[in-house]
C-alpha cells in the first residue's frame, strides 16, 4: 500500500462521490491519507485503530508485520488532534497472553492520553480450522508449552474467551467510564429526506 496507494485512490472516490467511511487498520499510514480522510468527514469518516497491547516487544511476536503499537497510539494522537473521528479496536485478547488486568492497564493508560473517541473492546480470540494450526505452530515458536494449555483450556472451541474477561470487563468500563470514552462507535446517520408520493 506505501507503494502502491490503492487505498487513497479509493479514498479519493469514496470523497468525489460523498460517500461515508469507516476505515479499520492497524496501520499508521493511515496519516498519510488524513487530509482526504478530513474532506469525507463533512459526510462521515471514522478510524479505528487495532492495539491489543501497549508493550511494543510483545506485538512484534504477536503482529510481525504490523507497526508497533506506540506508532498507533502516535496515529490516534494525531487523527484526534486534526479531528477526525478517531477510536481503538481492542480485540483480539490472546488467552494467557496478553489478556492480564494489568496489561489492560497499561493500554488503557496509553490509549487515554491519546484521546480515543471510543474504544471497543473483546476479550477474546477467535480460531478457525486451519487458522488454529497456525496459530498453535506459532505458539509453540515463540510461547513454548502454551499450545497444550490451550488445548486443555478450549479443546476445538471456535471462540476462546479469555479466563480473565470478567475482570477485564470489569476494569475496562470502571477505567472508560470515568474518563467518558464510549465503548461503541458513533454511526453514520444520512441526512432525512422527504419522502416522495407515489402518485
Given at each position: 500500500?506505501?507503494?502502491?496507494?490503492?487505498?487513497?485512490?479509493?479514498?479519493?472516490?469514496?470523497?468525489h462521490?460523498?460517500?461515508?467511511?469507516?476505515?479499520?487498520?492497524?496501520?499508521?499510514?493511515?496519516?498519510?491519507?488524513m487530509?482526504?480522510?478530513?474532506?469525507?468527514?463533512?459526510?462521515?469518516?471514522a478510524?479505528?485503530?487495532?492495539?491489543?497491547?501497549?508493550?511494543?516487544?510483545?506485538a512484534?511476536?504477536?503482529?510481525?508485520?504490523?507497526?508497533?503499537?506506540?506508532?498507533?497510539?502516535?496515529?490516534?494522537?494525531?487523527?484526534?488532534?486534526?479531528?477526525?473521528?478517531?477510536?481503538i479496536?481492542?480485540?483480539?485478547?490472546?488467552?494467557?497472553?496478553n489478556?492480564?488486568?494489568?496489561?489492560?492497564k497499561?493500554?488503557?493508560?496509553?490509549?487515554i492520553?491519546?484521546?480515543?473517541?471510543?474504544?471497543?473492546?473483546?476479550?477474546?480470540?477467535?480460531?478457525?480450522?486451519?487458522?488454529?494450526?497456525?496459530?498453535?505452530?506459532?505458539?509453540?515458536r515463540?510461547?513454548?508449552?502454551?499450545?497444550e494449555?490451550?488445548i486443555k483450556?478450549?479443546?476445538?472451541?471456535y471462540?476462546?474467551?479469555?479466563?480473565?474477561?470478567?475482570?477485564?470487563?470489569?476494569?475496562?468500563?470502571?477505567?472508560?467510564?470515568?474518563?467518558?470514552?464510549?465503548?461503541?462507535?458513533?454511526?453514520?446517520?444520512?441526512?432525512?429526506?422527504?419522502?416522495?408520493?407515489?402518485?
Open positions: 500500500e506505501r507503494e502502491e496507494g490503492i487505498i487513497r485512490e479509493a479514498l479519493k472516490i469514496i470523497a462521490h460523498k460517500f461515508p467511511v469507516h476505515i479499520i487498520t492497524k496501520s499508521d499510514l493511515v496519516l498519510r491519507d487530509d482526504i480522510i478530513k474532506e469525507i468527514s463533512r459526510i462521515y469518516a478510524v479505528s485503530i487495532t492495539i491489543t497491547t501497549a508493550d511494543d516487544a510483545l512484534k511476536i504477536i503482529e510481525p508485520v504490523s507497526p508497533p503499537s506506540s506508532h498507533r497510539f502516535n496515529a490516534i494522537s494525531v487523527l484526534s488532534a486534526n479531528g477526525i473521528y478517531t477510536g479496536t481492542l480485540m483480539p485478547l490472546l488467552p494467557f497472553i489478556d492480564s488486568v494489568k496489561e489492560l497499561l493500554l488503557l493508560e496509553q490509549a492520553e491519546a484521546k480515543p473517541d471510543y474504544i471497543m473492546p473483546a476479550f477474546a480470540l477467535t480460531l478457525r480450522e486451519g487458522s488454529r494450526e497456525y496459530y498453535y505452530k506459532m505458539l509453540d515463540h510461547f513454548p508449552g502454551m499450545k494449555r490451550y483450556e478450549f479443546g476445538n472451541s471462540n476462546c474467551i479469555s479466563p480473565n474477561a470478567r475482570a477485564l470487563y470489569e476494569t475496562f468500563y470502571k477505567i472508560t467510564k470515568a474518563e467518558g470514552i464510549p465503548d461503541r462507535m458513533r454511526h453514520y446517520q444520512p441526512e432525512e429526506t422527504e419522502q416522495l408520493s407515489l402518485f
